[in-house]
């Protein structure tokens, strides 16, 4: 399974991005349970932004982005967006897009997704 991140970008405060991502399986079964955003600032660890529970739409935030950022997929594109308006500098991060074919561990955690995508820069300027 390979994902494919795109929509970085530099971007002032107050604007806004759109980050997508698309799956392959390149052959595989792949059942996708869940897909998610996470991002990683520099010095700092990789933490959780969003994700959305592929078959019913239903969508968990990081307080961070709650009222600012939203999550949504498109089935047929195989394609996850994290619409991201309202930016501020402390958003600067590499945004990494996720997924998962089980639900074992929370949604929330980087341990439990399986695959993950190159990564996109998103940088905000004050």
């Known amino acids: 399974v390979q994902l494919q991140a795109s929509g970085g970008g530099l971007v002032q405060a107050g604007g806004s991005l759109r980050l997508s991502c698309s799956y392959t399986?390149?052959?595989?079964?792949?059942?996708?349970?869940?897909m998610g955003w996470f991002r990683q600032a520099p010095g700092k660890e990789r933490e959780f932004v969003a994700a959305i529970r592929w078959s019913s739409g239903v969508t968990t935030y990081a307080d961070s982005g709650k009222g600012r950022f939203t999550i949504s997929r498109d089935n047929a594109k195989s394609t996850v967006y994290l619409q991201m308006n309202s930016l501020e500098p402390e958003d600067t991060a590499v945004y990494y897009c996720?997924?998962?074919?089980?639900?074992?561990?929370?949604?929330?955690?980087?341990?439990?997704?399986?695959?993950w995508g190159q990564g996109t820069l998103v940088t905000v300027s004050s």
């Open positions: 996720a997924a998962r074919s089980s639900i074992g561990l929370s949604r929330v955690a980087t341990a439990g997704y399986d695959y």
């Open positions: 399986a390149s052959g595989r079964i792949f059942s996708n349970r869940d």
